[in-house]
């Protein structure tokens, strides 16, 4: 069945679906990243990963466990600078840079592209992106906070507070509150009857 065409920039899927995405900034400690692939795999969620491509580079063993496990493994550029400050020239190659590394990891370029530094990709990048085969860039309107390391129980808090039917959710690889909070988060998507699928099982 083919998919419905989708604009230059989704941030949600459809609103009338008991389903959210997770998706993940990938780049990370193997320890963390580890322990986080192992909290998903025992809750067998599949989620996407928007991976670094330096650190897709430095970690082939763990962007194939990713694949392997059934997840699905996408593009946030290759040193994850602010894509938003370059010209035409360097975000094509930031783009095109990662989706060689995620060739040489997984043959594919894969389906989505997420742009660095920036919550949404403006005009040039989404040009850009759709040069180097990402017609879709992947945004999200529910943001955990992660990164600034609030611990476990803030991030359910905040990625709970603002879900709903649709959402793509932003977390991330390498934060240890992280990979604490997901056995209490999954929880509680389960408990308002949303169920964590990939952003292409979101979008399709």
Not at 73 to 92: P, V
Not at 136 to 150: A, G, M, N, R, W
Request: charged share 20%.
């Amino acid at each position: 069945m083919a998919s419905r065409a989708l604009p230059a920039e989704v941030a949600n899927g459809p609103r009338d679906v008991p389903a959210v995405a997770l998706t993940f900034h990938g780049q990370g400690e193997p320890g963390v990243v580890g322990g986080l692939l192992d909290a998903l795999a025992a809750a067998h969620t599949k989620v996407t990963v928007l991976a670094v491509g330096i650190w897709l580079q430095q970690q082939p063993e763990l962007a194939k466990r990713v694949l392997d496990d059934g997840h699905e493994l996408g593009n946030h550029t290759l040193h994850h600078a602010d894509i938003k400050t370059m010209s035409e020239a360097q975000a094509f190659a930031e783009i095109d840079g990662c989706g060689t590394a995620l060739r040489a990891v997984g043959g594919s370029i894969g389906r989505w592209f997420r742009p660095s530094q920036t919550q949404h990709s403006t005009a040039r990048i989404q040009a850009q992106a759709a040069r180097a085969g990402y017609p879709t860039c992947l945004s999200y309107d529910v943001d955990s906070l992660d990164y600034s390391d609030p611990g476990a129980d803030a991030i359910v808090r905040t990625t709970l507070q603002g879900v709903r039917n649709g959402s793509i959710i932003s977390l991330h690889f390498g934060h240890a509150g992280t990979v604490a909070a997901m056995p209490k988060l999954l929880a509680g998507l389960r408990d308002r009857g949303l169920r964590p699928v990939t952003a292409s099982e979101l979008l399709a």
